[in-house]
């Protein structure tokens, strides 16, 4: 080695030093609050849209169509950014990118079994967000449902 040749640091150093634990932190905590914005910021953003075209009056269809459409546009582009933050996330921890991206839900369970899954088939750390949104998700509806929302039959309760 040369002595103005710079030392490069080992792919160890590189996944675990002091930095790439921020980072890593970093990554997670923008994944986690994009995960919650494609659930709450994209719909009311998409409703804060259409509330601004609507105007008054009774409803039209122009501005609930703009509505949805805004919301897939939203929702896509913030997919886009937790898919983004997702590889970054993976090349920060040394795991490899596959040519093809097999989602947990569509893998064969015999790919499941300890003894023949290799690493191309453990959770990566979006998908452990993911599935975790989505839980905290239907947990809160599930609470908001049954216990905060009033009958659309009588408007009452029926939990008092």
């Given at each position: 080695m040369s002595p103005h040749a710079t030392p490069v640091a080992t792919a160890a150093e590189q996944h675990h030093g002091p930095l790439a634990r921020v980072k890593r932190a970093a990554l997670l905590a923008a994944m986690s609050a994009t995960a919650?914005?494609?659930?709450?910021?994209?719909?009311?953003?998409?409703?804060?849209?259409?509330?601004?075209?609507?105007?008054?009056?009774?409803?039209?269809?122009?501005?609930?169509?703009?509505?949805?459409v805004v919301l897939?546009?939203?929702?896509?582009?913030?997919?886009?950014?937790?898919?983004?933050?997702g590889s970054a996330y993976d090349r920060l921890t040394g795991r490899e990118p596959t040519i093809r991206a097999h989602v947990p839900w569509l893998r064969s369970l015999r790919g499941e079994r300890p003894h023949e899954a290799g690493a191309?088939?453990?959770?990566?750390?979006?998908?452990?967000?993911?599935?975790?949104?989505?839980?905290?998700?239907?947990?809160?509806?599930e609470y908001w449902f049954f216990f905060l929302s009033g009958s659309s039959i009588d408007q009452r309760s029926g939990r008092g």
């Open positions: 919650v914005n494609v659930w709450t910021g994209s719909p009311l953003a998409a409703l804060w849209v259409g509330s601004r075209v609507q105007g008054s009056g009774p409803p039209t269809m122009g501005p609930e169509f703009l509505v949805a897939g546009v939203f929702s896509y582009g913030l997919l886009r950014v937790l898919r983004m933050l191309e088939y453990s959770l990566s750390a979006l998908d452990i967000i993911m599935c975790a949104s989505v839980i905290v998700v239907i947990a809160l509806f």
